[in-house]
């Protein structure tokens, strides 16, 4: 069975349009891909229910393996996980358990300290610099015997601000030597164009890295949930014990056929452009201080506590991020749909007329 194709830019708009209830509230709190999934990815899914009566390993590996074929490693340094957010807290248990601590910035993508945490790992927190970037020269300075990981999510949620690449690559050279370096990639996708320091080149080079990325953002995949990450073969393998699910077959069918789908990559680029766009000018006209964004999302600062101008927004249809302390002062939006983000746009005015 296939859906029907349709003249439009993306065939996945009208479908989408037509099943959102009118008195649901608009979400711009997730940072998720609203056009998305696209036709094919939906062709893939139904298709993948002649085979949801089996276990997804096989077709796990065939992921694998594309995934290491388009990142030149090998496959068994390659582990697809259920959402990437599996992978972060499986991180965080294997290395959480030695119960030293783990470096990161706050605020942050916190699954993996949290996980790790549970486990009585200490969290060793480092404010962010002044630009509201990962303080590398403090984390270097903090850096320690006890140190089992550092955690670095580039670019980061949620600021949408990256660490330069010449940057980032000098800093996991000199730090891998001396312990793990956990590097978030889940807005990878959205900043290829300006010139995303992966640093999956590292792990190829045998340095003590390990890079996490997610179908869930560019892909419009975040309900399906399907992830992976790139390390050593040695450290996949033992990431790979703590995993607690996986994934499952219609998962890994949507991912192979997005993973090679270039005009849905290219849609969601554009549309994420052109929202965030809109927010600078939003921003600029109301006078209120905002980082540009490599991401899907901007950071921007409100002058009021994040929980009033949440109760606001909701009140008036429209959800937006939750608070990230320090910055409770600051409101993280998703780009989302153009229409939903000039209702908000609308909603905000309406906050400080």
């Known amino acids: 069975m296939t859906l029907p194709l349709s003249g439009i830019a993306n065939p996945t708009e009208k479908r989408i349009s037509k099943r959102k209830d009118h008195h649901s509230p608009i979400k711009l709190s997730s940072n998720e891909n609203p056009y998305g999934p696209s036709t094919n990815v939906r062709n893939a899914i139904i298709d993948a229910f002649d085979e949801a009566c089996r276990y997804p390993y096989n077709r796990v590996a065939e992921l694998e393996a594309m995934i290491a074929k388009k990142e030149g490693v090998d496959p068994n340094m390659v582990l697809v996980t259920g959402g990437s957010n ?10 959480g358990i030695e119960k030293k601590e783990i470096i990161a910035c706050k605020p942050t993508y916190l699954a993996l300290m949290t996980y790790a945490e549970d486990f009585g790992c200490k969290i060793n927190w480092v404010p962010l610099d002044n630009d509201l970037k990962f303080d590398l020269d403090e984390i270097a300075r903090r850096t320690t015997n006890n140190t089992s990981m550092v955690f670095i999510c580039n670019p980061n949620n949620p600021t949408g601000t ?3 690449a010449k940057e980032l690559e000098d800093f996991c050279i000199s730090t891998s030597k001396k312990t793990c370096v956990f590097v978030d990639e889940a807005y990878y996708d959205y900043s290829i164009m300006d010139g995303y320091p992966t640093m999956t080149k590292l792990v190829k080079k045998g340095h003590d890295v390990i890079v996490s990325r997610t179908f869930s953002k560019i892909y419009g995949l975040a309900g399906v949930r399907i992830g992976y990450i790139i390390s050593s073969p040695k ?3 033992n990431i790979k014990k703590c995993t607690m699910a996986g994934t499952n077959m219609l998962a890994t069918h949507a991912a192979i056929a997005a993973y090679s789908e270039d005009k849905f990559f290219e849609y969601s680029l554009n549309k994420n452009k052109e ?3 809109y927010l600078y000018g939003l921003f600029n006209e109301l006078g209120l201080d905002y980082k540009e964004s490599k991401t899907n999302f901007v ?6 506590h994040i929980d009033k101008v949440a109760k606001f927004m909701k009140d008036k249809g429209v959800l937006i991020g939750r608070p990230f302390p320090p910055y409770y002062e ?3 939006i998703s780009t989302g749909k153009i229409e939903d983000l000039k209702v908000f746009g ?3 005015k309406e906050f400080y007329a």
């Open 299 to 304: 950071f921007f600062k409100t002058g009021h």
């Open 162 to 164: 990256m660490v330069g």
């Open 346 to 348: 609308e909603k905000l």
């Open 275 to 277: 929202g965030l766009k």
């Open 235 to 237: 450290t996949i393998a």
């Open 86 to 95: 599996e992978a972060l807290r499986a991180t965080g248990r294997y290395y």
């Open 330 to 332: 600051w409101c993280r």
